[in-house]
């Protein structure tokens, strides 16, 4: 891959110390290529440009390992991850992870299998249901390293939507835009009740047009209570704040 797009994101990547191969190079670009053509069907994406697409939705998915170490994560879950970030370019770019991508959107969990088939990724399970509704079942609960979302919710129903998946001893990080200090302000409820303590915001920015990112880092330090999360809708109703 030498065109300017791919050169310039894989130096990216490079100079946080993550070296990518031809071989994951050639997948991103399919990634691409499956993404703009499956969005004229469906909606998947209001970003199609190619360098956005590379800039805005990998690199900026990718962004999640500049501050966990990926080496010690074995099993990710990514939750509302649409048309699958942050967790497809994760599992291109470390083709080790066991990875769970949940939707509630039938339509993109079919994109989903589709690429990960066309990608050739092993390891990839997608599962359409309410992440509510996901959480309950045994081999999904307690269960994951590492969880994440981005562009789900706000903190305290995002708390209620992925902490019921983390092992205890795990973590949780959801990955924000510009300004987190409002919705951090108001997590403190949700972490409790659900089992979290919060741990680091990191801060990056995006190459080119410099946009800022926040990922908030939550450690799950107890079993979520049986209660949790409540019926599905209930915590988008009545979150806990
Ligand atoms: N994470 C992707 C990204 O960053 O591009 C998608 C973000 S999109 C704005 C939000 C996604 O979350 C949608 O695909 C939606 O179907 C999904 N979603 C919202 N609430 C959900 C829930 N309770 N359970 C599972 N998925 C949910």
């Known amino acids: 891959m030498n065109d300017q797009i791919a ?26 290529r499956e993404l703009v053509e499956w969005n004229e069907k469906m909606n998947l994406t209001a970003i199609t ?19 966990v170490p990926m080496a010690e994560v074995g099993s990710l879950a990514d939750i509302g991850t649409g048309a699958g ?40 399970t997608c599962i359409h249901a309410r992440a509510e509704d996901a959480a309950r079942k045994p081999e999904l609960r307690d269960a994951f390293d590492l969880v994440t979302a981005r562009a789900v919710a706000r903190l305290p129903l995002l708390n209620e939507l992925c902490l019921p998946f983390v092992k205890t001893g795990g973590r949780f990080v959801a990955m924000k835009g510009s300004d987190v200090t409002e919705e951090v302000g108001e997590s403190g409820r949700s972490l409790r009740e659900l089992g979290g303590e919060l741990g680091k ?34 915590p988008a109703k009545h979150p806990l704040v």
């Open 7 to 32: 050169g310039r994101f894989a130096e990216w990547l490079r100079e946080r110390g993550i070296g990518l191969s031809d071989e994951q190079l050639a997948q991103f670009e399919t990634y691409f």
């Open 49 to 67: 440009e190619r360098e956005q697409v590379y800039v805005k939705h990998f690199y900026d998915s990718v962004s999640l390992s500049f501050f």
């Open 85 to 124: 970030f942050p967790g497809i370019p994760l599992k291109i770019a470390y083709p080790h992870l066991s990875l769970t991508l949940v939707d509630s959107l039938n339509k993109r969990i079919r994109f989903l299998e589709h690429v990960a088939d066309r990608l050739g990724l092993e390891g990839v």
């Open 201 to 234: 915001v990191h801060q990056f920015r995006l190459p080119l047009e410099e946009a800022e990112r926040h990922l908030v880092e939550i450690r799950k330090v107890r079993r979520t209570p049986k209660a949790y999360p409540r019926k599905a809708g209930i």
